[in-house]
């Protein structure tokens, strides 16, 4: 069993940047495919990024170029980056890992087993 643990949601204005982390227990960090996922009031979860085991990145393309994920597998933790905040990128951003199973990167909710407690993330205009 992973247990996932975020932190570093806020209110900020557009234009501006925050720092999500999710550090994870219970399980081999380093074999671990981490992602973020978020969702908005009325919207389903949707894929934002991801880290795989073996450092292979995905990104959403609403967030290509604005939003960088990091993993530190000394510290069993992953980072999001998010830069140039948007309206639009208000949501409730959700922590996600499945211990690996292959070499692509997984960027489907059912793909994933474990989630964190999510994190709000409101910008405003």
């Known amino acids: 069993q992973v247990q996932l643990v975020e932190s570093g949601g806020g209110l900020v204005q557009a234009g501006g940047s925050l720092r999500l982390s999710c550090t994870a227990s219970?399980?081999?960090?380093?074999?671990?495919?981490m992602g973020w996922f978020r969702q908005a009031p009325g919207k389903e979860r949707e894929f934002v990024t991801t880290?795989?085991?073996?450092?292979?990145?995905a990104y959403a393309e609403s967030v290509k170029g604005r939003f960088t994920i990091s993993r530190d597998n000394a510290q069993n933790t992953v980072y999001l980056q998010m830069n140039s905040l948007k309206p639009d990128d208000t949501a409730v951003y959700y922590c996600?890992?499945?211990?690996?199973?292959?070499?692509?990167?997984?960027?489907?909710?059912?793909?994933?087993?474990?989630w964190g407690q999510g994190a709000q993330v409101t910008v405003s205009s």
């Open positions: 880290i795989t085991w073996a450092n292979r990145i």
């Open positions: 219970g399980g081999t960090f380093s074999r671990i495919d």
């Open positions: 996600a890992a499945v211990r690996n199973l292959g070499w692509a990167p997984k960027v489907v909710v059912a793909q994933y087993d474990y």
